[in-house]
């Protein structure tokens, strides 16, 4: 079975400063690892994924997810958070050549002005 | 937004009523996924289709049945339905084992 945890319900960051949000995933096999946001009333949207290759992925809206094997984590990161940036980060996981995602419970992000 | 629509964007309907759920897909894909979203879970996958064939079924109460009519349309059929069935119903649409693109979401409310 797949799994994915995300320690922090919530992270409040100041405008400005850098955003992390923590995944730590569990599956069988070669893991493909995404992060998706959720704004408010929308539906989720793709922002960068893991499959093979370099371990730190760059993305969309200056986000990047770095991949650490030995500690199956794939945290997303981003340098300066925008007030913009707040609403609701999913990681997912899936094993290669897998067609079934599983989701973490998600991570509010809120940034302060 | 995405190339993923789903109507209607919000429904009320009572447990015995039946209704459907929409989803389109203009990405050219061939696998298509119900989700559902509630409140204090996680998203559960539902139902996978692959060119048109049901893949996965994740469990789901018979009141929820799916259908894929073509690569591009994806149906939820609903009929009585529990209030705990409340939530955002969200379709995706992917190449087969690659990145999922979801549509905006259904929210239903069963009085």
């Known amino acids: 079975a797949q799994s994915v945890a995300q320690p922090e319900d919530q992270v409040n960051v100041a405008e400005g400063n850098p955003l992390t949000v923590k995944c730590t995933y569990s599956v069988s096999g070669n893991p493909y690892l995404f992060w998706y946001v959720q704004y408010p009333n929308r539906g989720l949207q793709f922002l960068l994924k893991?499959?093979?290759?370099?371990?730190l992925v760059k993305g969309s809206y200056g986000f990047e997810a770095e991949f650490n094997k030995s500690q199956t984590s794939f945290h997303l990161k981003k340098p300066t958070a925008l007030v913009s940036d707040s609403a609701l980060y999913f990681c997912?996981?899936?094993?290669?050549?897998?067609?079934?995602?599983?989701f973490g419970g998600g991570t509010r992000v809120l940034v302060k002005p | 937004e995405t190339g993923v629509t789903q109507t209607p964007r919000h429904l009320v309907m009572g447990m015995t009523n039946k209704k459907s759920l929409k989803c389109e897909q203009h990405l050219g894909h061939n696998a298509m996924y119900w989700y559902k979203q509630s409140a204090k879970k996680p998203l559960e996958l539902m139902f996978v289709?692959?060119?048109?064939?049901?893949?996965e079924n994740n469990s789901v109460p018979s009141r929820f049945s799916p259908e894929c009519p073509n690569s591009s349309h994806l149906f939820l059929h609903l009929h009585t339905l529990q209030p705990e069935d409340s939530a955002l119903y969200l379709c995706a649409s992917s190449h087969p084992k690659e990145t999922q693109y979801f549509g905006p979401g259904t929210r239903l409310l069963v009085l």
């Open positions: 289709y692959n060119f048109k064939e049901q893949t």
């Open positions: 893991y499959i093979t290759g370099d371990n």
């Open positions: 997912a996981v899936n094993k290669a050549a897998g067609n079934k995602l599983t």
